[in-house]
């Protein structure tokens, strides 16, 4: 089964096409195309995502995106003219190009893209097409929900709507060659799946408690088995990911937080001024919220009140490098505590014989150290996933993955779903 996937649920316009066979337990796996365009540096300019500008990006994007993905899996992308002056004579196709006129009503200047570069195109080898529906930025999801159903319609494909936090979950499913041991890349030998770019080390062993953590989103999940997921816990307020976001923006960083301030974080340990010296005169010390709480729920937006009323009462901290290093450590180490905590708590409670990590937090170098160094101690025998650096911020190839992965009976072409901008993984 080969599987188109397009993500724009937020400020990352990505497709990625992908070759699924196997079963769940044992699959094979070829990756064919997996493109991400990032926009971040144009919201970087407004200090986060600005949902209409990202709308306009995607729309901009997804065509010359597609064009790069269908010639990476295909090696060429065959164009048939002959088909554009045989539109006009064809009632069929003239009746196909007055659906695409109404799917994209909404999106012109995609619709001027896809008329002139898609239309004409070959009808690709691909079995399916999925799609981020939601959760995310409505405006932003429109755009990619709408394109997979106008590709659906011209080439005639099923498609099947994707959560994004499940792609999240899948993420952490396959690893490259490079990051794997001789054992791992052993046994992906045996399982015939050597030649493909990407192979799958491990499988999910259920029951599987899940760490997501992202700029909207901070769940911890009950996974019992493929499709059936419980959120026993969640942020109260802000997402893991949007904590990061906000005490950057403190801190005088850019956007997005997160790698700005795991940057900083790490050069305490070089930096020699006068304010290491004030540093060392008291030690800095932020609150874990709700760490000592009985249920798995979170709370960040307390903790950056905290940092600003650190910044307010010491601002010679924001004067030098060494003390923004320092109050970046201290913030990261007490995000990372609360999420490390409450993960190593439920997969004890809930018995978990897998635990996954997943989400652009993911990324954190701290967070996964500290989340290995915990489980090692305290549940060595359970195994724990996450997903390489390139696969933690927003992709389409964990779309392809959890569409697989799922299994989930695709819609017919033409069917009607929409884009939700605040669904729930349930
Ligand atoms: O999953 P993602 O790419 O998009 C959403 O679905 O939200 O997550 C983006 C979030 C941002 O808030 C960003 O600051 C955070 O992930 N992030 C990080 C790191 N890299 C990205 N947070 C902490 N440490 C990082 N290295
Ligand atoms: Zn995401």
């Known amino acids: 089964m080969r599987i188109l996937a397009i993500e724009t649920s937020c400020d990352e316009t990505a497709v990625a096409i992908a070759d ?45 995106i597609l064009l790069r993905a269908l010639k990476k899996s295909d090696g060429e992308v065959l164009k048939i003219k002959k088909l554009i002056l045989r ?14 006129n109404a799917i994209l009503e909404r999106e012109p200047e995609l619709l001027k893209r896809f008329k002139k570069y898609v239309v004409p195109l070959r009808k690709p080898n691909i079995d399916a097409i999925a799609v981020t529906y939601g959760p995310g930025l409505a405006p932003a999801l429109w755009v990619g929900v709408n394109f997979a159903k106008a590709l659906a319609i011209l080439w005639g494909k099923p498609i099947m709507p994707i959560h994004h936090m499940l ?12 990051s794997m041991n001789k054992k791992s890349i052993l046994r992906a030998k045996r399982n015939r799946a050597h030649n493909a770019k990407y192979i799958i080390p491990n499988t999910i062993h259920f029951p599987a408690i899940v760490l997501l953590a992202s700029g909207g989103h901070t769940e911890l999940v009950l996974m019992q088995r493929y499709g059936k997921y419980k959120i026993i816990g969640e ?5 893991a990911g949007e904590a990061f976001d906000k005490v950057a923006r403190l801190l005088g960083l850019g956007y997005p937080g997160g ?34 709480s009985s249920d798995y729920n979170f709370s960040f937006s307390g903790l950056k009140t905290a940092v ?10 924001a004067q030098s490098v060494a003390g923004k290093s320092a109050v970046a450590k201290e913030f990261q180490k007490a995000v990372t505590d609360v999420l490390v905590a409450k993960t190593v708590r439920a997969a004890k409670t809930y018995r978990a014989k897998t635990i996954l990590l997943g989400g652009g937090v993911a990324a954190n170098k701290t967070l996964r150290a500290e989340l290995s160094k915990h489980l090692q101690k305290e549940l060595p025998k359970t195994k724990c996933q996450m997903p ?5 911020g927003d992709n389409a190839l964990m779309i392809a993955l959890a569409a ?23």
């Open 20 to 64: 699924f066979s196997g079963t769940k337990r044992h699959p094979h796996i070829r990756i064919r195309a997996n493109i991400v365009s990032s926009q971040v540096k144009l919201h970087a300019k407004f200090g986060g995502v600005v949902p209409n500008l990202a709308k306009r990006e995607h729309q901009k994007n997804l065509v010359p």
């Open 87 to 100: 539109m006009n004579k064809n009632s069929f196709l003239n009746t196909k190009y007055e659906m695409l």
């Open 167 to 178: 792609g999240h979950l899948y993420s952490s499913v396959i690893s490259t060659k490079a």
């Open 235 to 239: 942020t109260l307020d802000d997402a």
């Open 259 to 292: 790698p700005a301030i795991a940057a900083l974080a790490e050069k305490i340990q070089n930096a020699k001024n006068k304010t290491q010296n004030h540093t060392a005169k008291f030690k800095i010390i932020l609150p874990r919220p709700m760490i000592k």
């Open 308 to 317: 600003l009323y650190l910044l307010r009462d010491h601002p010679e901290l």
């Open 388 to 392: 390489e650096a390139a696969l933690t």
């Open 404 to 426: 697989f992965f799922e299994k989930k009976k695709p819609l017919i072409p033409g069917a009607k779903f929409s884009a939700n901008a605040h669904m729930r993984l349930e």
